[in-house]
């Protein structure tokens, strides 16, 4: 229940503090590199969209790097709260 419980998510940013706004704007950042290699992928590959289909090529290789770019987010909230640990009280 501690999962779903949004107490428990604002006591973890509060504890945080200026690292969880770290995590926000490399967040950004990674939402902003995600939507510049899909756009690169649809120019580049504009010439295969098919009608009433769309860009199935690019649309494939865009999934692939958002995907990366979801685990890169999860590794960088992995470490916040590696480095962390003691201010959230997470026992090793």
Do not use: E, H
Request: with cysteine; proline share 4%.
């Amino acid at each position: 229940m501690a999962t779903i419980n949004p107490m428990v998510g604002l006591d973890t940013v509060k504890r945080l503090g200026v690292i969880y706004v770290k995590i926000l704007l490399i967040g950004l950042c990674i939402l902003f590199a995600s939507g510049m290699v899909s756009g690169l992928f649809a120019m580049l590959l504009a010439p295969l969209d098919l009608p009433q289909m769309g860009n199935i090529p690019a649309k494939a290789i865009g999934s692939l790097f958002g995907f990366y770019f979801s685990v890169v987010f999860s590794c960088v909230i992995g470490f916040a709260m590696y480095k962390a640990a003691d201010r959230l009280k997470l026992y090793r």
